[in-house]
T-cell receptor, first 115, second 125 residues
Framework: AQSVTQLGSHVSVSEGALVLLRCNYS??????LFWYVQYPNQGLQLLLKYTTGATLVKGINGFEAEFKKSETSFHLTKPSAHMSDAADYFCAVSDRAKGAQKLVFGQGTRLTINP | GAVVSQHPSWVICKSGTSVKIECRSL??????MFWYRQFPKQSLMLMATSNEGSKATYEQGVEKDKFLINHASLTLSTLTVTSAHPEDSSFYIC?????????????????????FGPGTRLTVL
């Protein structure tokens, strides 16, 4: 069974500082990987995804993530945090062998930006 | 991008009543929709997979008689919480995945990420 672990339920950084949100997955085969952002009382918005090809994936709002097979990781980064980045972030994995139908989510990381 | 809507966005009901939540794909067809439940400050837990024209597939531990799912068309799935109780209070989110079109000459259809609805906040008094 697939699983996702997000290290750190809360991450706090200063405005302008580097954002690093960690995600490790467990899967018997290379999966599809996703990062979603959720603002209060809203649904999820896709930030970026890895399916195949280049392992460094660029997403919206200046975020990017790198798929590292050897480390089974898909950490999310942003060079310079903005106040509007404060939200909950979820890493998710999907089994490509099964048509990537279901998403298994990590427990989420709440990002706080300090002025 | 594709849009998924949910209605209502929030609902308050008395214990014992039933509540229906709609999930619609507004500009694409979705043979499969997914229903998730999210408790405060927690992650999303998949409840069931809704298949157009057939029975839903429920995850282990989810009561199918309590959470009725109907996927009558390619753009609409409904979740009905029957005889709701305070412990059913939660944030319910649906997602829908567009039917991929396989291009002639390519081995597989392209992968299309699922789109999520804005969620429905259910409070049972």
């Amino acid at each position: 069974a697939q699983s996702v672990t997000q290290l750190g339920s809360h991450v706090s950084v200063s405005e302008g500082a580097l954002v690093l949100l960690r995600c490790n997955y467990s899967s018997s085969v290379p999966p599809y990987l996703f990062w979603y952002v959720q603002y209060p009382n809203q649904g999820l918005q896709l930030l970026l995804k890895y399916t195949t090809g280049a392992t460094l994936v660029k997403g919206i709002n200046g975020f990017e993530a790198e798929f590292k097979k050897s480390e089974t990781s898909f950490h999310l980064t942003k060079p310079s945090a903005h106040m509007s980045d404060a939200a909950d972030y979820f890493c998710a994995v999907s089994d490509r062998a099964k048509g990537a139908q279901k998403l298994v989510f990590g427990q989420g990381t709440r990002l706080t930006i300090n002025p | 991008g594709a849009v998924v809507s949910q209605h209502p966005s929030w609902v308050i009901c008395k214990s014992g009543t039933s509540v229906k939540i709609e999930c619609r794909s507004l500009d694409f067809q979705a043979t499969t929709m997914f229903w998730y439940r999210q408790f405060p400050k927690q992650s999303l837990m998949l409840m069931a997979t809704s298949n157009e024209g057939s029975k839903a597939t429920y995850e282990q531990g989810v009561e199918k008689d309590k959470f009725l799912i109907n996927h009558a068309s390619l753009t609409l799935s409904t979740l009905t919480v029957t005889s709701a109780h305070p412990e059913d209070s939660s944030f319910y989110i649906c997602s829908a995945r567009e039917v991929p079109v396989r291009i002639s000459g390519t081995p597989t259809a392209p992968f299309i990420s699922p789109f999520f609805g804005p969620g429905t906040r259910l409070t049972v008094l």
